[in-house]
Protein backbone atom coordinates (compact mmCIF):
# COMPACT_ATOMS: atom_id res chain seq x y z
CA UNK A 1 0.00 0.00 0.00
CA UNK A 2 2.87 2.49 1.09
CA UNK A 3 4.44 1.91 -2.18
CA UNK A 4 1.34 2.26 -4.23
CA UNK A 5 0.91 5.80 -2.30
CA UNK A 6 4.41 6.88 -2.80
CA UNK A 7 4.61 5.96 -6.29
CA UNK A 8 1.36 7.88 -6.83
CA UNK A 9 2.58 11.05 -5.26
CA UNK A 10 4.65 11.63 -8.04
CA UNK A 11 2.84 14.22 -10.55
CA UNK A 12 3.16 12.14 -13.83
CA UNK A 13 2.01 9.15 -12.12
CA UNK A 14 -1.35 8.20 -14.09
CA UNK A 15 -3.77 7.33 -11.01
CA UNK A 16 -4.61 9.03 -7.89
CA UNK A 17 -5.21 6.94 -4.49
CA UNK A 18 -8.45 8.48 -3.36
CA UNK A 19 -9.03 6.09 -0.45
CA UNK A 20 -7.70 3.77 1.42
CA UNK A 21 -9.86 1.31 3.19
CA UNK A 22 -9.66 -1.97 5.92
CA UNK A 23 -11.79 -4.44 6.90
CA UNK A 24 -9.50 -3.72 10.07
CA UNK A 25 -9.53 -0.66 12.29
CA UNK A 26 -6.45 -1.81 14.14
CA UNK A 27 -4.81 -2.16 10.47
CA UNK A 28 -1.70 0.08 10.55
CA UNK A 29 -1.96 0.97 7.11
CA UNK A 30 -5.06 3.09 7.72
CA UNK A 31 -2.75 5.77 10.04
CA UNK A 32 0.50 5.35 7.32
CA UNK A 33 -2.23 6.48 4.62
CA UNK A 34 -3.55 9.71 6.54
CA UNK A 35 -0.01 11.04 7.57
CA UNK A 36 0.18 10.66 3.98
CA UNK A 37 -2.97 12.41 3.40
CA UNK A 38 -4.90 9.71 1.94
CA UNK A 39 -8.78 9.76 3.42
CA UNK A 40 -8.74 6.20 4.91
CA UNK A 41 -11.79 4.40 6.96
CA UNK A 42 -12.20 1.21 8.19
CA UNK A 43 -15.86 -0.68 7.58
CA UNK A 44 -15.90 -3.93 10.02
CA UNK A 45 -16.20 -7.27 8.76
CA UNK A 46 -16.65 -9.57 11.46
CA UNK A 47 -20.58 -10.82 12.88
CA UNK A 48 -22.32 -9.84 9.88
CA UNK A 49 -23.09 -11.21 6.29
CA UNK A 50 -20.74 -10.68 3.85
CA UNK A 51 -22.95 -9.20 1.40
CA UNK A 52 -23.77 -6.65 3.85
CA UNK A 53 -20.00 -6.39 4.36
CA UNK A 54 -19.84 -6.21 0.66
CA UNK A 55 -22.56 -3.45 0.29
CA UNK A 56 -21.25 -0.75 2.19
CA UNK A 57 -18.05 -0.94 1.12
CA UNK A 58 -19.55 -0.77 -2.92
CA UNK A 59 -21.62 2.47 -1.29
CA UNK A 60 -18.43 4.31 -0.28
CA UNK A 61 -16.38 3.45 -3.32
CA UNK A 62 -19.12 4.61 -4.95
CA UNK A 63 -19.23 8.03 -3.01
CA UNK A 64 -15.47 8.31 -3.11
CA UNK A 65 -15.75 7.68 -6.88
CA UNK A 66 -13.18 5.36 -7.37
CA UNK A 67 -12.57 4.00 -10.78
CA UNK A 68 -10.25 1.42 -9.68
CA UNK A 69 -9.56 -0.60 -6.55
CA UNK A 70 -6.16 -2.06 -5.63
CA UNK A 71 -6.01 -5.06 -3.00
CA UNK A 72 -2.79 -5.24 -0.86
CA UNK A 73 -2.97 -7.34 1.93
CA UNK A 74 -6.78 -8.07 2.04
CA UNK A 75 -7.32 -11.64 3.17
CA UNK A 76 -11.14 -11.71 2.83
CA UNK A 77 -12.66 -13.63 -0.38
CA UNK A 78 -15.16 -11.24 -2.28
CA UNK A 79 -18.39 -12.64 -3.62
CA UNK A 80 -18.70 -13.40 -7.22
CA UNK A 81 -21.15 -10.42 -7.59
CA UNK A 82 -18.69 -8.09 -6.18
CA UNK A 83 -15.85 -9.04 -8.09
CA UNK A 84 -17.85 -9.16 -11.90
CA UNK A 85 -19.24 -5.63 -10.67
CA UNK A 86 -15.22 -4.55 -10.80
CA UNK A 87 -14.63 -6.79 -13.81
CA UNK A 88 -11.18 -5.10 -15.37
CA UNK A 89 -11.29 -2.81 -12.57
CA UNK A 90 -10.00 -4.79 -9.64
CA UNK A 91 -6.36 -5.55 -9.47
CA UNK A 92 -4.22 -7.91 -6.50
CA UNK A 93 -0.86 -8.91 -5.96
CA UNK A 94 0.33 -12.40 -5.23
CA UNK A 95 3.21 -13.44 -3.54
CA UNK A 96 3.84 -16.13 -6.19
CA UNK A 97 4.52 -16.81 -9.90
CA UNK A 98 1.10 -17.53 -10.37
CA UNK A 99 -0.42 -20.52 -11.98
CA UNK A 100 2.32 -21.59 -9.27
CA UNK A 101 1.22 -21.91 -5.19
CA UNK A 102 -2.05 -20.43 -5.27
CA UNK A 103 -3.54 -19.73 -1.75
CA UNK A 104 -1.22 -19.32 1.59
CA UNK A 105 1.85 -20.02 2.58
CA UNK A 106 3.35 -19.33 -0.55
CA UNK A 107 7.14 -18.92 0.18
CA UNK A 108 7.26 -22.11 2.84
CA UNK A 109 5.42 -24.29 -0.20
CA UNK A 110 8.02 -22.93 -2.62
CA UNK A 111 10.64 -23.85 -0.15
CA UNK A 112 9.24 -27.09 0.82
CA UNK A 113 8.59 -27.90 -3.44
CA UNK A 114 12.04 -27.29 -4.61
CA UNK A 115 11.65 -25.01 -6.89
CA UNK A 116 14.82 -22.83 -8.44
CA UNK A 117 12.41 -19.15 -9.02
CA UNK A 118 9.81 -17.60 -7.19
CA UNK A 119 8.15 -14.13 -6.87
CA UNK A 120 5.01 -12.29 -7.21
CA UNK A 121 2.70 -12.10 -10.03
CA UNK A 122 -0.07 -8.53 -10.27
CA UNK A 123 -3.23 -9.77 -11.82
CA UNK A 124 -6.67 -9.22 -12.14
CA UNK A 125 -8.95 -10.07 -9.87
CA UNK A 126 -11.63 -13.27 -11.48
CA UNK A 127 -14.27 -14.97 -8.95
CA UNK A 128 -11.69 -17.61 -8.65
CA UNK A 129 -9.19 -17.27 -6.01
CA UNK A 130 -5.70 -15.92 -7.54
CA UNK A 131 -7.13 -17.16 -10.80
CA UNK A 132 -7.04 -13.63 -12.66
CA UNK A 133 -5.78 -12.80 -15.75
CA UNK A 134 -1.88 -12.02 -15.32
CA UNK A 135 -0.44 -8.42 -15.65
CA UNK A 136 2.94 -8.67 -14.98
CA UNK A 137 5.52 -10.82 -12.36
CA UNK A 138 8.77 -10.50 -10.99
CA UNK A 139 11.24 -13.50 -10.23
CA UNK A 140 14.14 -13.95 -7.27
CA UNK A 141 15.90 -17.09 -7.37
CA UNK A 142 15.54 -19.53 -4.93
CA UNK A 143 18.83 -19.63 -2.74
CA UNK A 144 20.26 -22.90 -1.27
CA UNK A 145 20.61 -20.76 2.23
CA UNK A 146 17.24 -19.86 2.11
CA UNK A 147 14.60 -19.77 4.84
CA UNK A 148 11.32 -18.67 4.56
CA UNK A 149 11.83 -15.18 5.67
CA UNK A 150 14.84 -14.21 3.73
CA UNK A 151 12.73 -15.47 0.51
CA UNK A 152 9.73 -13.67 1.88
CA UNK A 153 11.91 -10.50 1.67
CA UNK A 154 13.28 -10.82 -1.74
CA UNK A 155 9.58 -11.71 -3.03
CA UNK A 156 8.37 -8.24 -1.05
CA UNK A 157 10.95 -5.88 -2.87
CA UNK A 158 10.00 -6.79 -5.77
CA UNK A 159 5.85 -6.64 -5.27
CA UNK A 160 6.99 -2.91 -4.04
CA UNK A 161 8.45 -2.27 -7.94
CA UNK A 162 6.03 -4.37 -9.50
CA UNK A 163 2.64 -3.39 -7.85
CA UNK A 164 2.89 0.52 -8.71
CA UNK A 165 4.04 -0.42 -12.52
CA UNK A 166 0.89 -2.54 -13.00
CA UNK A 167 -1.65 -0.07 -11.66
CA UNK A 168 -0.18 2.38 -13.88
CA UNK A 169 -0.51 0.61 -17.02
CA UNK A 170 -4.32 -0.31 -15.53
CA UNK A 171 -4.90 3.66 -14.90
CA UNK A 172 -3.53 4.66 -18.09
CA UNK A 173 -5.73 2.73 -20.52
CA UNK A 174 -3.13 0.02 -21.47
CA UNK A 175 -4.77 -3.21 -20.22
CA UNK A 176 -7.26 -5.27 -22.23
CA UNK A 177 -8.72 -8.56 -22.17
CA UNK A 178 -8.77 -10.93 -24.85
CA UNK A 179 -9.90 -14.70 -24.53
CA UNK A 180 -8.95 -15.14 -20.86
CA UNK A 181 -5.80 -13.19 -21.07
CA UNK A 182 -4.25 -9.66 -20.29
CA UNK A 183 -2.25 -7.95 -22.71
CA UNK A 184 -0.33 -4.97 -21.43
CA UNK A 185 0.17 -2.24 -24.33
CA UNK A 186 3.42 -1.16 -22.82
CA UNK A 187 6.28 -3.15 -24.53
CA UNK A 188 9.44 -2.36 -26.08
CA UNK A 189 10.33 -3.13 -29.77
CA UNK A 190 11.29 -6.29 -28.67
CA UNK A 191 8.05 -7.25 -27.04
CA UNK A 192 9.60 -6.52 -23.23
CA UNK A 193 7.54 -5.03 -20.68
CA UNK A 194 8.58 -1.12 -20.29
CA UNK A 195 8.24 0.56 -16.71
CA UNK A 196 6.12 3.64 -16.71
CA UNK A 197 6.78 4.73 -13.77
CA UNK A 198 7.83 8.31 -14.06
CA UNK A 199 12.16 9.37 -13.73
CA UNK A 200 12.15 9.69 -9.83
CA UNK A 201 9.12 8.19 -8.33
CA UNK A 202 9.67 6.92 -5.28
CA UNK A 203 9.17 3.54 -4.64
CA UNK A 204 9.22 1.77 -0.69
CA UNK A 205 10.70 -0.87 0.02
CA UNK A 206 10.14 -1.70 3.14
CA UNK A 207 7.93 -4.26 4.55
CA UNK A 208 4.77 -3.13 5.90
CA UNK A 209 3.82 -4.42 9.64
CA UNK A 210 0.01 -4.89 8.87
Known amino acids: MVALLEAAAHPDYPAEIALVVSNR????????????????????????????????????????????????????????????????RMINIHPSLLPSFPGLDTHA????????????????????VDEGPILAQAAVPVLAHDTEASLAARVLEQEH????????????GR??????????????????????LPAGAAVSTQPLRD
Open 175 to 196: VRVQEGRAHVAATDARGRLVNP
Open 25 to 88: ADAAGLDRAREMGVPALAIPSRARPREAFEAELAAVLAQHQIAILALAGFMRVLTEGFVQAWEG
Open 109 to 128: RALAGGVRLHGCTVHLVSPG
Open 161 to 172: RLYPAALAWLAA
